[in-house]
């Protein structure tokens, strides 16, 4: 049997092909933070209730706080900092700048992540179906209205 | 957070999941979504040292018909239960439980299995499962054996399962013609504090009405009493009927008081979504 103290990933980040070994016990966040100094992914509740550290894997929304590193082996995943192409940002991260949808700025990552998710699977959803989809993410901020027009713009 | 150091194994068959348990023993613990496992061992409330990964197992994402069934694998999440096209055009009701459940990230990474083997009383599958005369498939060193939904949740995080065996399959009769489904459920906190399931079927008229009750308690319950005063009842008569029995079922029920809420303001929740999920599943206005 293969060295168990650490597990050999392969897969791709933001469109990278990447292969690292992991311990099996690492949590997505802190490999993508601590190890790939991927700091727009970020902690809050650790409990999964608050979408903080969501990351996409295979194109779905995960808390990365309550992950295996180990688990992405053989997925695709996108991080914030995936979004933006050759200093573009993406339209989600655009719609969020132009209705200024954010204000501290710590849920935003999270939040445009699972718009981006959202939109993927769904290009045209009621302002019902967004409010379903965004409801594990947590805002202390804005009070949600900014956000919900920026994602509206989209649709 | 961080994890208590423990090794992953990640078999591709049932045998060598099997396997694995038998060598490590209670060290060991089988490993889905980690949506509640993960958790457990981050607030260092479970401890393991090695964890037996049954996402690799070849099969266990299967969502199919057999025969009068639906047979749902132990790799199914909840969001492919809200959104698959067979649940969805067969068991609507159950679609729609799978698409309120937490959040979007727990539906994608987590399974009904793992929902039913951590026993969450405040879960909401057991109530519709239950109702819907589910059962569930354990596969264990002395081979497999079949669980009746309604016998397999014991009690809070206890269940029929024996901690060596593997859930290996949820399997639903799929609803003779003409039997409508409904579940409720209503709470503050990330799991509801009430949930309802109820069926309605007219049979050549003789309305017939089934109900059974989660959350409440250590295990859903059959509101027999509320099925027995509604036997009959044509849907339009409900109102006659139904707030009654709804209230004196919900004054019998076994609700503690807890962060869901005093067992006074349950009982008063479960009268009411009693009465919604009624008069939903058989068609009526006032199941809002
Ligand atoms: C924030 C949050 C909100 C939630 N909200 C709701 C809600 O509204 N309603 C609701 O019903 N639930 C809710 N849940 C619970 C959720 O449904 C479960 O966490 C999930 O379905 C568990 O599945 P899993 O695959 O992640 O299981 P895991 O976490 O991997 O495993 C859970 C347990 O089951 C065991 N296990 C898993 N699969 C098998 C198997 N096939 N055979 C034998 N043992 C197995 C594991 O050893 C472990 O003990 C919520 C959870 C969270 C974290
Ligand atoms: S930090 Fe992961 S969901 Fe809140
Ligand atoms: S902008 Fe501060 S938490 Fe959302």
């Known amino acids: ?155 | 957070m961080r994890l208590a150091p423990f090794q992953l194994h990640r078999p591709t068959e049932l045998h060598a999941a099997l396997a694995l348990r038998a060598q490590f023993g209670d060290d060991s613990a089988y490993y889905a979504g980690g949506t509640e496992l993960l958790l457990a061992l981050k607030a260092r409330v479970l401890r393991y040292e090695h964890l037996i990964d049954l996402k690799r197992i070849v099969g266990f994402d299967r969502l199919a018909r057999d025969g009068n069934d639906l047979v749902i694998g132990p790799l199914v999440t909840h969001l492919r239960l809200a959104t698959d096209p067979l649940i969805r055009e067969s068991l609507p009701a159950y679609a729609r439980l799978s698409d309120n459940v937490g959040n979007i990230r727990v539906r994608a990474s987590g399974t009904l299995a793992g929902n039913l083997c951590f026993s969450e009383p405040h879960a909401d599958p057991p109530a519709l499962l239950c109702l819907l005369g589910a059962s569930v498939t354990v596969h264990g060193p002395n081979g497999e054996r079949s669980v009746p939904m309604a016998e397999f949740i014991l009690g809070p995080f206890t269940t029929a399962r024996a901690d060596d065996e593997i859930l290996t399959a949820i399997r639903i009769p799929l609803p003779t013609a003409g039997e409508q489904f409904c579940y409720r459920s209503f709470g503050h906190l990330e799991y509801p504090a009430v949930g309802v399931a109820a069926a309605y079927q007219s049979q050549a008229g003789a309305p017939r009405y089934r109900v059974w009750i989660g959350c409440i308690g250590d295990n859903p319950i059959h509101a027999e009493p509320v099925e027995a005063a509604l036997a009959g009842v044509p849907p339009q008569a409900l109102s006659d009927v139904l707030p009654q029995a709804a209230e004196a079922m919900a004054a019998e029920l076994p609700a503690t008081d807890d962060i869901y809420g005093s067992a006074d303001y349950k009982r008063h929740l479960a009268a009411v979504f009693i009465g919604r999920a009624v008069l939903e599943s058989a068609g009526m206005p006032g199941g809002r």
């Open chain 1, 1 to 155: 049997m293969a060295d168990l103290a650490s597990l050999d990933i392969s897969f791709t980040l933001n469109g990278a092909p990447q292969t690292h070994s992991v311990a099996p016990f690492a949590l997505l966040i802190d490999f993508l933070r601590d190890d790939l100094a991927l700091k727009g992914t970020k902690r809050s509740c650790d409990v999964q209730v608050c979408g903080a550290c969501t990351v996409l894997v295979d194109g779905l929304p995960v808390s990365s706080c309550t992950s295996l590193a180990a688990d992405i082996d053989g997925k695709s995943v996108v991080t914030i900092e995936g979004l933006a192409e050759h200093g573009k940002l993406s339209p989600v991260q655009q719609a969020f700048v132009d209705h200024a949808a954010m204000q501290c700025g710590f849920c935003t990552p999270g939040m445009v992540l699972a718009t981006t998710a959202l939109l993927e699977r769904h290009p045209h959803p009621t302002e019902q179906e967004i409010r379903h989809y965004l409801r594990g993410n947590i805002c202390r901020c804005t009070g949600y209205i900014k956000i919900l027009e920026a994602v509206k713009s989209l649709v």
